[in-house]
């Protein structure tokens, strides 16, 4: 008897009603999150990547930093996020801090032009993955600051692709062989951060 008492009060109890504060996430709004992170901490990477490369000196510097700088108010925030909304990160996190630095020096070390085209289909995918979120937030209507969040970080994500176009992305040796392989290595980041 006492050993049934015990095991009922020990047990993990789910409230009948939400208790204040909780904030109810369905598993599709924590895979956004947990991505999303995945995805600016891995946008930050690569641009440290590129900026060891390039150094302090060269003229594509400021341009890097400028866009380094908006990643880091996007991790900064999705941050934020996976605290106070009580979301797992992604545990690839140790792969993508090496991998995202790895792409972005790896390109950079090609060329100006090969970094720009990897920050070009970064960008492309990126602005398709955010936009295919918005289309479901808004469909649903629930969550209003993510998406107004995703709409804003969206936009400069679009910024940096235009950035890396009108530097040379398209001009990059083996551009349309390096740019499928970066994309689909992006790709392939989505689907596994959503999910480990």
């Given at each position: 008897?006492?050993?049934?008492?015990?095991?009922?009060?020990?047990?993990?109890?789910?409230?009948?009603?939400?208790?204040?504060?909780?904030?109810?996430?369905?598993?599709?709004?924590?895979?956004?999150?947990?991505?999303?992170?995945?995805?600016?901490?891995?946008?930050?990477?690569?641009?440290?990547?590129q900026?060891?490369?390039?150094?302090?000196?060269?003229?594509?510097?400021?341009?890097?930093?400028?866009?380094?700088?908006?990643?880091?108010?996007?991790?900064?925030?999705?941050?934020?996020?996976?605290?106070?909304?009580?979301?797992?990160?992604?545990?690839?996190?140790?792969?993508?801090?090496?991998?995202?630095?790895?792409?972005?020096a790896?390109?950079?070390?090609?060329?100006?032009?090969?970094?720009?085209?990897?920050?070009?289909?970064?960008?492309?995918?990126?602005?398709?993955?955010?936009?295919?979120?918005?289309?479901?937030?808004?469909?649903?209507?629930?969550?209003?600051?993510?998406?107004?969040?995703?709409?804003?970080?969206?936009?400069?994500?679009?910024?940096?692709?235009?950035?890396?176009?009108?530097?040379?992305?398209?001009?990059?040796?083996?551009?349309?062989?390096?740019?499928?392989?970066?994309?689909t290595?992006?790709?392939?980041?989505?689907?596994?951060?959503?999910?480990?």
């Open positions: 008897m006492n050993e049934q008492v015990y095991s009922k009060v020990t047990e993990k109890q789910t409230p009948a009603k939400p208790l204040p504060g909780d904030q109810l996430l369905s598993p599709e709004i924590e895979e956004m999150i947990r991505v999303d992170h995945a995805g600016e901490f891995g946008a930050v990477r690569i641009y440290a990547g900026a060891a490369v390039f150094g302090e000196n060269h003229h594509l510097t400021p341009l890097i930093k400028h866009m380094a700088e908006q990643e880091d108010v996007h991790l900064e925030h999705f941050n934020k996020m996976i605290a106070e909304r009580g979301v797992r990160p992604t545990i690839l996190t140790p792969f993508w801090h090496v991998a995202g630095f790895a792409l972005g790896g390109t950079a070390l090609m060329g100006e032009k090969a970094a720009m085209a990897c920050t070009a289909a970064v960008e492309t995918v990126i602005d398709d993955h955010y936009q295919e979120q918005l289309d479901k937030l808004e469909a649903e209507d629930t969550e209003p600051a993510l998406v107004e969040t995703i709409k804003k970080f969206q936009a400069e994500e679009v910024e940096h692709r235009e950035i890396a176009k009108e530097h040379g992305a398209e001009e990059a040796t083996a551009y349309p062989l390096l740019s499928t392989a970066i994309m290595g992006c790709k392939a980041a989505i689907w596994l951060s959503k999910r480990i």
